[in-house]
């Protein structure tokens, strides 16, 4: 069996050497690294060979990729490279990998054209000067075969050991069987349904109660189709860390199996969450784990590779009997694993390596995004970039004299789009050209005195430098997806000072990308309608099937009340709090035990907290605070114990409203005093126009469908097996109307009762 490698991942795997170095090294973006090629291309003689394909043979192993150029004239191939600054800053082991590259595609050519030497040169084009700095040697063929073939054979090892664990991979998936003796009820169908999507190459989006073994119902069958459609990875995205963990609960139940041993399996975590020393900066003269990172990474490669199973601990023992960085080992790892669980982030960003892994490698990935209602918020945050010019004028003041006239040009322009405006609050048509010329320009000032002084500068000149990038980059993608806004405002000196917002209202612009590249992804969740509005906002190819899993649960398992005469809506909340009190009270009298109670605020909160309190003192309560730390978190939960009693206060749409699992009578019931609408404000109200020009549906999909996907997944808390029951309270007559209802779970039967309150108006 061949193996294939490019040229670029063969001298990176056997050339690379010496530190990790993550010092401040200003790269040309994408777009100015394509540009300085075809300057440098531009500057060749008609003859010229640009962009030239070369692949050779050694022994097992097809090496292929592009050389930058070739000279037939001169017998000159050239490998070109931009950068900013002096060439001299250029660390000396990137230095000897573009000297790898160049001499392994000079053996290339020179054995595709017999030729007995060659020129090769490494051509540095500085994006800024417009100025090259060749280096150039003569290489007779016989050295570059010699080299060539010493780099081969340090990577055919690694590369036999590969094709025998695709082999042994795929041979033990197709001997897979489920880790249990039958599928739970909905789970067969939830897991035919993805096999189907990975078989087909195509989009899935699935509907599934909480409860019915979502995780494994999905991740079996993706496995199941590697042998037959010739799938390199598996990427399990997840939102927050409980659904990493309970992807590795399900894949440790499936790794039991003699049959899935040689799966490697990877978890990616925050660096901050990595790193082993934190005071320290990411370079061989800081940090002992950064020196000589390269040097040792091949031998903690091979004993990654062997132990298979990569979670956050297994990662960190064997990074540090090897003393390189656990982080950075798992990045490296990412090139190497069958499956890979992490955040959205690591394929759904401006700059995901997994996304970028896939597109450099042309992989036949499969995609497996968990809780994906949250991949919208998340979507949005990830192609949104704000600019706080309160921040900016303090770094004016403090930033080197090198910079003053840049950033005076960009607060002149910044003063200008505010000027005029006289609401707090505005929106603008397009994104303002002329203030994204000048801070492109106190960028390319900014990247220049950073690489003239790569240590020693303030942490807001950077924070600032890269908050700037990210606007910059967004704003030459502005459309119809995003808006630009101004929140203008005064400062203690009453001196007007503005927030500018590049807000990005449909992320499908984006990510739609992202879904391409992968050969098939299956979106699911317990909140994953209606189909249009996932569709619609992630950028799903058309005609993705969407699934509604039939429920495990009876109806008669929750009593879903609907209070029909109370209003929770702010102007009549006073109103409310009595109403509210008594019916917690009452509930708990008649069947006591564990309960959460939600609300829309942390004020709303309080204020029924207060009034439950003053009037039932001897029942036990908890309360979630703002910003809580994991361990505060956990001491939460841990009061919701088996035979427990007492009721739990928490603000919808927060980490207590999804996630977590409270089986049996360690939750038996919930009330959710809110339509968990989001806040009427300009913002919101601005994305609500946008769209209803895009969609037609404005106002669903900025308020009702969120509102109510929050709703319902808080109240998925409540039963979580099918031997749970429970009561669930909906506090608002909203709740009755059939908009509203169209938009539970069918399997809940609604009651309603009334409290004798006045009766509010419509939605």
Known sequence: MSYRVAVRAL???????GDLDLRFTPSPTAQEGIAGHQAVVARRGAEYLAEYRLSGEYRMLTVSGRADGYDPAQNLLEEIKTHRGAVERIPDNHRQLHWAQARVYGWLLCRERELETIELAVVYYNVLSKKETVFRETFPADALRSFFETLCERFITWAEQEVAHRRARDSGLE???????????????????VYR???????????????IGKTLGTIFPQLKAFPGQQLDRLFFLTAKTTGRHLALEALTTLREQPAAQPLRV????????????????????????????YDRLPTALQAAAERGWLDQDSLREIALDHQICPYYLAQEMARWADVVVGDYNYFFDLSALLYSLTVLNDWRVTLLVDEAHNLIERGRAMYSAELDQRAFRALRRSAPAGLKSALERVNRHWNQLHRDQEVPYQVYPAAPDLFLLALQKAVGAITDHLTDQPTGNDAELLRFYLDALVFCQLGEAFGEHSLFDITREEDSARQSTSVLCLRNVVPAYFLAERFRAAHSCTLFS?????????????????????????????????????????????QHRAESLQPISDLLARQFAERPGNYLAFFSSYAYL????????????????????????EAERQRFLEQFRLGGRGIGFAVLGGVFGEGIDLPGDRLIGAFIATLGLPQINPVNEQMKQRMQAMFGRGYDYTYLYPGLQKVVQAAGRVIRTPE????????????????????????????????????????
């Open 197 to 211: 999507a990975a078989r087909d190459g195509r989009c899935l989006m699935a509907q599934a109660t909480t409860g």
């Open 266 to 293: 990877l978890e990616l975590t925050a660096r901050d969450k990595a790193c082993e020393h934190r005071d320290k900066a990411c370079h061989g003269e800081s940090c002992p784990l950064a020196r000589g990172f």
């Open 526 to 570: 317990a909140t994953l309608g209606p189909a249009s509005f996932y569709a619609d906002l992630l950028g799903l190819p058309e005609e993705t099937p969407w699934l509604n899993v039939a429920s495990p649960f009876r109806a008669e398992q929750l009593q879903v009340r609907v209070t029909r005469d109370l209003s929770t809506r702010y």
């Open 606 to 629: 309080q204020q029924v907290l207060d009034q439950f309190q003053a009037g039932h003192p001897d029942v036990p309560v908890w309360v979630q605070s703002r910003q809580m730390d």
């Open 11 to 17: 001298c990176e795997f056997a050339a690379k050497v």
């Open 724 to 763: 749970d029951s429970g009561t669930l309270h909906l506090l608002d007559d909203r709740f009755a109307l059939p908009a509203v209802r169209r938009l539970l779970p069918v399997w809940w039967d609604v009651q309603g009762m009334r409290l004798k309150v006045p009766q509010a108006g419509p939605l």
């Open 175 to 193: 001997q897979l069987r489920f880790p249990h003796p039958a599928f739970r009820t909905g789970q067969r169908e939830l897991a035919e349904a």
